[in-house]
């Protein structure tokens, strides 16, 4: 039997997340853990997050899961959600200012104030509802409509150095990233397991990677 792990460092819809990756994982073991060597030994790992990027990469610190976190990234299937997507990157301007994993170059922006729709009505931050996804091609999209609807609440996007990796992209107010795919690592803005049947879809496809570090593209097979 496979192993799913997801990251439990004090912050996330953990039992959301827990309950909507079990109806899909197909007799594959979910577990919630704070334990290393419990994350490192499963064969996919979930990190996830909610809350501010500061206080993220704090409890990450005094854990010592953000070691954790960067051995994963390394090494099998890892799909990340929200902050947890955000604390990949090298710093946010979050907080004051955060530095966050560096497992991707580039920054976490905030929102501008005075964002508005293509039709002029003034757009609220955070982010917060469903919007539209526009994927690019990537094996972890399949069966799932191109411009379909996930739920979204946040403040912060990422900007990726590198734009070929960019998986996904959202309009608000601009288009932005909302989703980043490397070799093993798929990090979205959106949460999945409250994303309905499209959201269920794309745990669905996580649970059967196969674990190799190259894995993604082998998750369909």
């Known amino acids: 039997m496979s192993t799913i792990a997801i ?16 109806k899909v994982a197909e007799g594959a073991r979910v577990l919630v853990s704070s334990d290393p060597d419990t ?6 790992v979930v990190f996830p997050g909610v809350g501010g990027i500061g206080h993220t990469m704090e409890e990450l610190s005094r854990t010592g899961l953000g070691e954790v976190a960067r051995q994963a990234a390394v090494g099998k299937p890892m ?3 929200c902050v947890g ?8 301007e979050e907080n004051n200012g955060t530095d966050c994993l560096g497992l991707v170059k580039g920054e976490v922006k905030r929102f501008a104030e005075n964002l508005t729709s293509d039709d002029g009505q003034r757009l609220k931050v955070p982010h917060m509802g469903w919007n539209q996804v526009h994927q690019s091609a990537h094996p972890l999209w399949k069966g799932i409509p191109q411009d379909s ?3 979204f609440v946040h403040s912060y996007y990422t900007v990726p150095a590198d734009s070929q990796l960019c998986a996904a992209t959202t309009n608000y107010g601009a288009d932005f990233c909302c989703a980043l795919a490397r070799e093993n690592l798929f990090a979205v803005q959106f949460h999945p397991e409250k994303s309905q049947k499209a959201g269920l879809a794309l745990l669905g496809n996580v649970s059967r ?12 097979t």
């Open 7 to 22: 990251i439990d460092y004090g912050m996330g819809n953990l039992h959301s997340i827990a309950k909507a990756v079990e």
């Open 39 to 44: 994350i490192l030994a499963a064969d996919r």
């Open 79 to 81: 799909l990340c959600i």
């Open 85 to 92: 997507m955000q604390a990949l990157f090298e710093h946010s």
């Open 149 to 151: 609807r996930f739920y």
């Open 209 to 220: 990677c196969d674990g190799r570090a190259d894995a993604y593209e082998s998750c369909m």
